[in-house]
């Protein structure tokens, strides 16, 4: 029932303004334990560098958790004409940090594409590309996890963009700061 009412475009227009800002005050409320996405999906909070201000800016997402501590993350938007802000963060800065399951991580992220071309996905219902590729794989993969995926591509004309977050050896954002000193101690 949850898939279907999330695959209709009425869910699109409603969810983007909704579902995160719930999201993230439930998290707030709940100490970082508690994601009400979190009981349809594997979810995350996504922290990311402003590509214009520069500022941290959190969001909330659907994950495919991988071996050793990655994720999928899918930048559908809930089948939104444009690609959601988050993305074009990480295109500018792919250093960034996760929460999943109250643990912090940095990561850093990795557009997967494979060849476009007809037939390969790009805009099509399938959103996937040809062959075997990484993306491809992965495209079903995130299918497999959520299969509306495939309704919301189907609704825009643009290749839903998928990214692999790797952890990284550097401490996540808040962790780098380290603990606060006195001035001149």
């Known amino acids: 029932m949850v898939q279907k ?29 508690v994601m009400i996405s979190q009981y349809m999906l594997p979810s995350l ?10 500022e941290p800016r959190v969001t909330p997402l659907a994950c495919l958790p991988e071996p050793g501590g990655g994720f999928l993350v899918i930048g559908s938007n809930f089948g939104q004409v444009s690609h959601p802000a988050w993305t074009a963060n990480l295109l ?11 643990r912090t991580t940095a990561v850093t992220a ?6 476009v071309g007809p037939g390969t996905g790009d805009g099509a219902a399938d959103g996937s ?7 491809a794989q992965a495209w079903a993969a995130l299918l497999r996890m959520w299969p ?38």
């Not at 909070?45 to 214009?52: I, S």
């Not at 500018?92 to 109250?102: F, L, N, T, W």
């Open 129 to 135: 590309a040809a062959g075997g590729g990484e993306r």
């Open 110 to 115: 990795r557009l997967l594409e494979d060849p």
């Open 5 to 33: 009412l999330s695959s209709t475009a009425t869910f699109a227009r409603i969810a983007p303004r909704l579902l995160p800002r719930v999201d993230r005050l439930v998290h707030r409320l709940t100490g970082g334990k």
């Open 92 to 102: 500018a800065e792919p250093r960034a940090s996760v929460e999943h399951r109250g």
């Open 45 to 54: 909070f996504l922290t990311t560098t402003g590509r214009r201000s520069g």
């Open 148 to 185: 509306p995926y495939a309704a919301y591509q189907a609704r825009v004309d643009r290749r839903l963009r998928i990214f692999r977050l790797v952890p990284t050896v550097e401490a996540a954002p808040e962790e780098a700061a380290g603990p606060a000193t006195a001035a001149g101690t």
